[in-house]
């Protein structure tokens, strides 16, 4: 049985760790990347160790950023008064391209997800419900992904919102159940964001 040499099974490994890349798609990078001048790999491998080495989660709201607070937390030109809730720091990215929603967010690090062990005190809940007892916040708007856990992690933290006062909603479905918010378009996540509903 063919194998490869032990450079290019090891890069195949390492590439298949990533998310959507089977064996086929690494072998195809892995060799896209032999036909590549060493100092575009070493491009490529200085803006890895950079972007693990700079980036770091805001302390206000979870999400990546080089600047703490992260520059959006920073922004006083932003409704301070408004959350959207996200499940991860990519979710952020198709919400603001929009360019409907002003507001700021907190990045949740996960759903909740008893199947993998994942419970209620594993993200970031805590956290959203002190932001929201000790800050002027009028509306939490859940934007986690459309599927059981993001319904369950959504649920959940609206009962432990609302006795607080707060306006809870979430976005209308315009996103196809079992999708992720990271492959919305923006038409369809606009118009999410525009239906939103009250939980």
């Known amino acids: 049985m063919f194998t490869f040499s032990p450079p290019m099974e090891?890069?195949?490994t390492q590439l298949m760790k990533f998310p959507g890349i089977g064996p086929k798609m690494a072998q195809?990078?892995?060799?896209?990347?032999?036909?590549?001048?060493?100092?575009?790999?070493?491009?490529?491998?200085?803006?890895?160790?950079?972007?693990?080495?700079?980036?770091?989660?805001?302390?206000?709201c979870y999400n990546?950023?080089?600047?703490?607070?992260?520059e959006i937390c920073a922004d006083d030109q932003r409704d301070h008064s408004q959350i959207?809730?996200?499940?991860?720091?990519?979710?952020?990215?198709?919400?603001?391209?929009t360019?409907?929603?002003?507001?700021?967010?907190?990045v949740l690090l996960g759903t909740i997800s008893p199947l993998d062990g994942i419970?209620?005190?594993?993200?970031?809940i805590k956290?959203?419900?002190?932001?929201?007892?000790?800050?002027?916040?009028k509306e939490v708007i859940f934007a986690t992904n459309p599927n059981t856990e993001g319904e369950v992690t959504a649920t959940y933290i609206s009962r432990l919102l609302k006795p607080l006062g707060v306006r809870v909603t979430r976005i209308a479905y315009g996103i196809p159940v079992?999708?992720?918010?990271?492959?919305?378009d923006e038409v369809t996540l606009y118009k999410a964001l525009e239906g939103r509903r009250e939980f």
């Open 10 to 12: 090891k890069l195949i």
């Open 28 to 60: 195809r990078i892995a060799f896209y990347m032999m036909k590549m001048k060493k100092e575009e790999i070493e491009e490529v491998a200085q803006s890895l160790l950079d972007f693990r080495d700079k980036l770091r989660h805001c302390s206000i």
């Open 64 to 70: 990546l950023s080089e600047k703490n607070p992260c």
């Open 84 to 97: 959207c809730v996200v499940e991860e720091p990519s979710d952020i990215v198709p919400v603001e391209r």
């Open 99 to 106: 360019g409907n929603y002003r507001g700021i967010y907190h």
């Open 119 to 124: 419970g209620p005190e594993d993200i970031k």
């Open 127 to 137: 956290e959203l419900v002190e932001r929201v007892r000790t800050g002027k916040i």
């Open 178 to 184: 079992g999708g992720d918010l990271e492959y919305a």
